[in-house]
């Protein structure tokens, strides 16, 4: 299993499976999401990590809407799908246990100290984050992996959260914020870009679209990072359910992907010894 910390030395893409809050909640949903990943051959799943009471606003906590547990109040369903120590302790064991990796989105400075305490091995800024200063020095100052999601961003503010952090433990992924994302929308190229302005750090891809196509091509255009969202079951309730994969999506696409890494080789042209045959039965000037 590759290691977060070493992703830049590493021959193959590190693959995440996003659970995020597609758990509703419920441990034992999370725990599937896990062997799926694992059982896939992912190196990693993430999860997201938000302290209702500081990242509600205050003018949407009383709105009620219906849920699959009945009509509440939006903060009173924020804390009903949200983990706390005693979820991710579990999620800490259980991953040793499926010898994959974990780590989590934060939101707000409580939930870094939370996942300090607990010692996961890495951080995401999520898109809606990287904007916010504080957040990043309080991320760089735990000397820990960190990977950067670039939605809704511009080339400026990108620039500016990538000084926060050292360059070997920053690791850059293009995004586009919508769930799910129109192919018109995703612009690979970006891949491209980012991979020309900062050639000191990872680059990779996280996306939100329906289907594999576009992430294998993120792998063909050089993304050594690859992050999904999982789901169990797409029709599921959650606002991250439908731009999500199912497991066998997931497995297919972790396949296919070692596949890609295969193929690509090292763009140094040679004669393979598999071809020597046909170059002395069909070539006829040498």
Not at 14 to 21: K, R, S, V
Not at 222 to 227: D, H
Not at 254 to 263: G, L
């Amino acid at each position: 299993m590759s290691s977060i910390k070493n992703i830049k030395s590493s021959d193959s893409v590190y693959i995440i499976a996003e659970i995020g809050l597609n758990h509703n909640g419920d441990i034992d949903i999370a725990k599937k999401l896990i062997d799926v990943a694992a059982e896939a051959g992912c190196d990693a799943v993430k999860f997201q990590k938000r302290t209702p009471d500081l990242c509600v606003p205050e003018d949407q906590k009383q709105i009620e809407r219906d849920t699959p547990w009945g009509r509440m109040t939006y903060i009173d369903y924020r804390h009903k799908i949200e983990f706390e120590d005693k979820e991710y302790s579990i999620i800490n064991e259980y991953c040793i246990k499926k010898n994959i990796q974990w780590f989590v989105s934060t939101w707000d400075h409580n939930s870094v100290d939370v996942m300090e305490k607990i010692g996961v091995c890495a951080y995401k800024v999520p898109s809606a984050c990287l904007t916010d200063l504080d957040m990043l020095t309080k991320l760089s100052n735990t000397q820990k992996p960190v990977i950067i999601s670039t939605g809704m961003s511009t080339l400026e503010q990108i620039d500016r959260a990538v000084q926060y952090f050292d360059k070997n433990l920053l690791s850059i992924l293009h995004c586009t914020s919508a769930y799910p994302c129109s192919n018109n929308e995703i612009n690979l190229n970006m891949i491209h870009k980012l991979k020309s302005l900062y050639p000191e750090h990872v680059i990779g891809y996280s996306g939100h679209e329906t289907g594999l196509q576009i992430s294998l091509a993120a792998v063909a255009m050089g993304s050594k990072i690859i992050e999904r969202h999982i789901t169990l079951d797409r029709t599921m309730w959650g606002s991250d359910q439908s731009a999500s994969i199912e497991p066998r999506g997931l497995e297919t696409l972790v396949r296919d992907i070692r596949v890609i890494e295969q193929a690509m080789g090292d763009g140094e042209k040679i004669i393979y010894d598999s071809e020597l045959s046909s170059l002395e039965k069909l070539r006829r000037f040498k």
